[in-house]
Nanobody
């Protein structure tokens, strides 16, 4: 089994920044899997926000391109999401997961509001 634990969320004003962290443990060969950050806002489906391949290549959703940066530390089995210039529409629960998807963690709440 794979366990995923997200952290780093909180309440931030528009234009602010947050850095999310995700720790993976269990039966995972972390350094050869692609990892992604997802988010789910109330009433919406969960969507992929950013993806980092095991080689370190990155892809972003159109809505976060240029504002969010995904990175990883294979030695620590961690993946990060640096979020800058946050907007109210970024408010959601953020999750990390591998490719292919495994059972979800609890996520971390990000609220962008003045």
């Amino acid at each position: 089994q794979v366990q995923l634990v997200e952290s780093g969320g909180g309440l931030v004003q528009p234009g602010g920044s947050l850095r999310l962290s995700c720790t993976a443990s269990g039966n995972i060969l972390f350094n050869i899997v692609d990892m992604g950050w997802y988010r789910q806002a109330p009433g919406n489906q969960r969507e992929l926000v950013a993806l980092i391949t095991w080689r370190g290549n990155t892809n972003y959703g159109d809505s976060v391109q240029g504002r969010f940066t995904i990175s990883r530390d294979n030695a620590k089995k961690m993946v990060y999401l640096q979020m800058n210039s946050l907007k109210p529409e970024d408010t959601a629960v953020y999750y990390c997961n591998k490719q292919p998807i495994v059972p979800w963690g609890r996520g971390t709440q990000v609220t962008v509001s003045s």
